[in-house]
């Protein structure tokens, strides 16, 4: 399911990053990896903060949801 739909503080295994791969690395040097964990800490309007590697990010609903989990 897309990072965007994920439940609010469940630890989540991130299985695929979807987009250019422009759009990949970025996410990949924010932290978001295959396998690594992820969650969701807040959701306001779509718009998501999650934890991952000991960093809160936000992302836009459109951004979560090429993430897959």
Do not use: C, W
Not at 7 to 28: F, M, N
Not at 51 to 63: F, H, P, T, Y
């Amino acid at each position: 399911m897309p990072l965007a739909m994920a439940p609010l503080y469940e630890s989540l295994t991130i299985r695929k990053i979807t987009g250019r791969d422009e759009v990949r690395q970025h996410l990949a040097e924010l932290g978001f990896v295959v396998d690594s964990q992820v969650t969701v800490v807040s959701q306001i309007a779509g718009n998501l903060i999650v934890q991952v590697k000991d960093s809160r990010i936000a992302l836009d609903r459109g951004m979560a949801s090429r993430i897959l989990v």
